[in-house]
């Protein structure tokens, strides 16, 4: 093989996928010995971690992506899949609009809530598990951080999807599944944060979602692609039932409602004659 030829195929060497004419294998598994006999969540697992897994790793996994797929169109992300199918634009273009507002605000929290727990993972090696969680979120807080993430939630007094998640969690503990360490951790930060403000900030699904993901080993990066594949299911639903409406440029509000105005006040123009010179404004 020339040095040309090697350095092209060099250029995109991967060890998730290995394709010839006739043959595609994923992580060294022939494509068709797949086919039929494991499902979507076993291919995800496959495809990011290189092994397939257990099956009750596989239940836990799934059980999480589940927990996520759709909040309603108030959720930015579907409102946006929603109003951009009206706009004429086909599925794969709404899906990806609603998907490109999966951000740091919207759909970044359970990275967020796994990278928190893995900070006060590290502090409970020297210290006891409540004053690592004290110290973290003293930390946070003195840097200026105002929101913990996975704790509370804009709707939900106590986000249903979350204490069911626990209770999964739970079970693949006594399994032998997982461990329980971060499940341990979740728990002490909502203790905490509930001693700080004298009134119970429960758990959320994203935070619940991180103590899956973590005790299940995914780093904190994976774990916002997670959330984005499990809400696609939801964008994609809400966009096709939007399609089928008929309705046209739909926008965040009824075409009946304006916005409120607090601008200045109605006005009329009258510019001075010696600001115009050949009809443009004088310097």
Not at 18 to 31: D, E, F, N
Not at 243 to 248: A, F, I, Q, T, V
């Amino acid at each position: 093989m020339n040095d040309g030829r090697k350095l092209a195929e060099d250029w995109w060497t991967t060890s998730i996928i290995k394709m010839h004419p006739g043959s595609i294998r994923v992580r060294g598994y022939a494509i068709e010995e797949l086919i039929g006999r494991i499902g979507f969540i076993e291919m995800i697992w496959l495809m990011l971690r290189g092994e397939l897994p257990e099956a009750g790793q596989a239940r836990l996994l799934e059980a999480a992506i589940v927990a996520g797929v759709d909040h309603g169109p108030q959720a930015p992300s579907i409102a946006v899949a929603r109003m951009a199918i009206t706009c004429g634009i086909g599925i794969n273009g709404a899906m990806a609009s609603a998907i490109n507002t999966l951000d740091n605000v919207h759909g970044g929290a359970g990275e967020q809530a796994v990278q928190l727990y893995h900070q006060i993972a590290a502090q409970a090696v020297s210290k006891p598990l409540v004053e690592a969680v004290a110290f973290v979120l003293e930390e946070r807080r003195l840097s200026g951080e105002k929101y913990v993430p996975g704790f509370g939630h804009r709707f939900h007094p106590v986000d249903p999807r979350a204490p069911r998640l626990l209770e999964l969690v739970e079970r693949a503990v006594a399994d032998g599944i997982v461990e329980g360490r971060f499940a341990a951790i979740g728990l002490a930060v909502q203790a905490a944060l509930e001693t700080a403000k004298g009134r119970a900030i429960p758990m959320n699904i994203d935070g619940a979602t991180a103590v899956v993901y973590a005790e299940l080993g995914f780093p904190p990066a994976l774990c916002r692609g997670l959330f984005v594949l499990s809400r696609s299911v939801g964008i994609l639903a809400h966009a096709y039932e939007e399609s089928l409406s008929g309705k046209r440029n739909k926008g965040p509000i009824p075409r009946e409602w304006l916005w409120s105005y607090d601008g200045a006040a109605d006005r009329d123009f009258a510019a001075p004659k010696q600001r115009r010179r050949n009809g443009a404004p004088s310097p």
